[in-house]
Nanobody
Framework: QVQLVESGGGSVQAGGSLRLSCAAS????????MAWFRQAPGKEREGVAY????????PYADSVKGRFTISQDNAKNTVYLQMNSLKPEDTAMYYC??????????????????WGQGTQVTVSS
């Protein structure tokens, strides 16, 4: 089992920045994908970005490209999401998710079996 704990959410004005963190514990394999998803009220959960422990391909949702950056500290089993130039439409619950294989997944919540409880991000105009 893998436990994921997110932190760093909060309220910010449009144009501001936040940095989310996700700490993984338990059976955290060295080969893993760590992702951020978000879900706004009344909307489906959508992928934001993911990163592979070994580096390489890192997809982002079109809506966040150029504004959000995913990064990781493998020694700490922690993944980060730096969010800049935030917009009101970024308001959502943000979830960390993990996939413990080497097979590259799509940025789709159905491919990530482990989830955190989420952290709320609210951007006001």
């Amino acid at each position: 089992q893998v436990q994921l704990v997110e932190s760093g959410g909060g309220s910010v004005q449009a144009g501001g920045s936040l940095r989310l963190s996700c700490a993984a514990s338990g059976n955290v394999y060295s080969n893993r994908y760590m992702a951020w998803f978000r879900q706004a009220p009344g909307k489906e959960r959508e992928g934001v970005a993911y990163i592979y422990s070994g580096g390489g391909y890192t997809p982002y949702a079109d809506s966040v490209k150029g504004r959000f950056t995913i990064s990781q500290d493998n020694a700490k089993n922690t993944v980060y999401l730096q969010m800049n130039s935030l917009k009101p439409e970024d308001t959502a619950m943000y979830y960390c998710a993990a996939r413990l294989t080497t097979a590259r997944p799509p940025l789709d919540p159905r491919y990530f079996p482990y989830w955190g409880q989420g952290t709320q991000v609210t951007v006001s105009s």
